[in-house]
Structures are given as C-alpha cells and as structure tokens.
C-alpha cells in the first residue's frame, strides 16, 4: 500500500483544516487507516484511526471532540478533519495502514510521507 497525504497548511488558531490521504491498491478497503503526528523535538503520537468499513474510530484524548476520521472506500482515501485548531497541534501529520484496527494505533505496517500542518497563535 503506497500512502500521498496532502491538505497541510498554516492557520490561525480556532481555524479548520482538512487532511487527505490517498491510498494505491486495490485493497484499501481491507486496511485500517490512521493519522499520527510528530512535533519538533517530539516523539511521534497517535493521533486518530478507523476500522476497514468506517464502523469503528479511535481518537486520542487532545483530539477528541475537535478532530474526525473518516473514509470513502471507493476514492481509495481517508480523511482527517481538524477543527478548533491550536498553536499545540502544530506538526507533521502522518497518514498510516494496517490490516488490524489494533495495530493501526500502535506500530502500523504502512506509512505515508507527511504533510505540514502550523497554527499560529
């Protein structure tokens, strides 16, 4: 599975963004899909998953509530929509396949280049 992010930017705190990410291969719609993140100087973390079918999604808790995971299987793509932005989400953001939704959110098997996503206060 080969894995393009895109959708990164600058914005201002408060501000939405919407992070996309296409998948090659016919079988997308048997992974699971996930966004992490690395900030400077920091490790990189979780960020958001979800199941094969979109039935089941996992937040981490500074996402929760503000950001949404979501999927067309049929555009091969996964998407991350990131409101009520802060000047602490700012980082790389790494989309992310596995075929287990346990695995997605741990050490996923597949990984794409990351896009840039900054907020200024």
């Known amino acids: 599975v080969q894995l393009q992010a895109s959708g990164g930017g600058l914005v201002q705190a408060g501000g939405s963004l919407r992070l996309s990410c296409a998948a090659s291969?016919?079988?997308?719609?048997?992974?699971?899909m996930g966004w992490f993140r690395q900030a400077p100087g920091k490790e990189r973390e979780f960020v958001a998953a979800?199941?094969?079918?979109?039935?089941?999604?996992f937040y981490a808790e500074f996402v929760k509530g503000r950001f949404t995971i979501s999927r067309d299987n049929a555009k091969n793509t996964v998407y991350l929509q990131m409101n009520s932005l802060k000047p602490e989400d700012t980082a790389v953001y790494y989309c992310?396949?596995?075929?287990?939704?346990?695995?997605?959110?741990?050490?996923?098997?597949?990984w794409g280049q990351g896009t840039q996503v900054t907020v200024s206060s």
């Open positions: 992310a396949a596995d075929q287990s939704s346990w695995s997605i959110r741990r050490t996923p098997d597949y």
């Open positions: 979800i199941s094969w079918s979109g039935g089941s999604t």
């Open positions: 291969g016919r079988t997308f719609s048997s992974y699971a």
